[in-house]
């Protein structure tokens, strides 16, 4: 988050300001996460860029979307105002 690394764990709570760039880099197999996006209206990128599960199982690990998913994540979010950064 901007220049300082945080190192979350199990139970912890992270706060992002607005205009703060930020990413995130799973280190474990699994992870569970609320997110809360205050004000309203960034659920909308999470709508438009997903649909209904065809079954009710998640997809082997290892297997990344294709391309195209996340060039619609930069384009969707980008049309609300959000800039998605690069992975590091």
């Known amino acids: 988050m901007g220049d300082k690394t945080i190192h979350a764990k199990a139970g912890d709570y ?8 930020h990413t995130f880099k799973l280190v474990s197999n699994t992870a569970e996460t609320l997110l809360l996006i205050t004000p309203g209206g960034f659920e909308d990128m999470f709508v438009r ?3 209904p ?3 009710v199982d998640l997809p082997p ?3 990344a979307p294709p391309k195209e998913f996340f060039e619609k994540i930069k384009h969707v ?3 609300l105002g959000s800039t998605i950064l690069p992975s590091f």
């Open 77 to 79: 979010s980008e049309s």
């Open 61 to 63: 690990l290892g297997e």
């Open 53 to 55: 599960a065809s079954v």
């Open 14 to 21: 992270v706060h992002l300001p607005k205009n703060v760039p």
């Open 49 to 51: 860029c997903s649909r």
